[in-house]
């Protein structure tokens, strides 16, 4: 069964950093893309970039282009998505989803990675 | 980038309805259309790609159609577990974007 296992839930403070995790399974991760998508609270979906595990080809929305850094570690088949100083408008639920492509349809999804910056 | 427009926002409609949810995308985008499910609390899950067909394990009252600038979903005799919010996406050109959802809740 193919499974993207996210991380828990994070709450931080503005300017503090954070790496969240999507653990693969199930498939070979070299074949495939992983997604992270955002959905602000109340809001739609925004996808923020993508990475190609065999070589860790990655590509940025422009909207999150240099906000946060996409990364991968074939090792254990897991990408992480990091933030080098968190803002209050990062609050957010974070999705990985599996992707054919960098931009094609994204099936399955994470269960998802709650992240909450308040001071 | 490519904007996508859903409507309605929102419906409201009975178990057994049939309802139908556009998305229109600002430019041509072929077939590169994707559909997806999302209820309360949970991931989105993806029923529809490239604009017509059912991913597996989807039941065939969902449909899509459609092509270039203009696509339907279409939701046959409406089932309780199929109140939920549903977006489109584009993956044609890069960054791939998805539409601002249409919410459909019980009457």
């Known amino acids: 069964e193919v499974q993207l296992v996210q991380s828990g839930a994070e709450v931080k403070k503005p300017g503090e950093s954070l790496r969240i995790s999507c653990k693969t399974s199930g498939y070979n991760f070299y074949t495939y893309w992983i997604a992270w998508v955002r959905q602000m609270p109340g809001k739609g979906l925004e996808w923020m970039g993508s990475?190609?595990?065999?070589?860790?080809?990655?590509t940025y929305s422009p909207a999150f282009q240099g906000q946060v850094t996409i990364s991968a570690d074939k090792s254990i088949s897991t990408a992480h998505l990091q933030w080098s100083s968190l803002k209050a408008s990062d609050t957010a639920i974070y999705y990985c989803a599996r992707g054919d492509t960098a931009r094609g349809w994204f099936d399955p999804w994470g269960q998802g990675t709650l992240v909450t910056v308040s001071s | 980038d490519i904007q996508m427009t859903q409507s309605p926002s929102s419906l409201s409609a009975s178990v057994g309805d049939s309802i139908t949810i556009t998305c229109r995308a600002s430019q041509s985008i072929d077939t590169y259309l994707n559909w997806y499910q999302q209820k309360p609390g949970k991931a989105p899950n993806l029923l529809i790609y490239?604009?017509?067909s059912l991913q597996s394990g989807v039941p065939s009252r969902f449909r899509g159609r459609g092509s270039g600038t203009d696509f339907t979903l279409t939701i046959s005799s409406l089932q309780p577990e199929d109140f939920a919010t549903y977006y489109c996406q584009q993956s044609f050109l890069a960054p791939p974007t998805f539409g601002g959802g249409t919410k459909v809740d019980i009457k």
């Open positions: 490239i604009a017509s």
């Open positions: 990475i190609y595990f065999a070589d860790s080809d990655t």
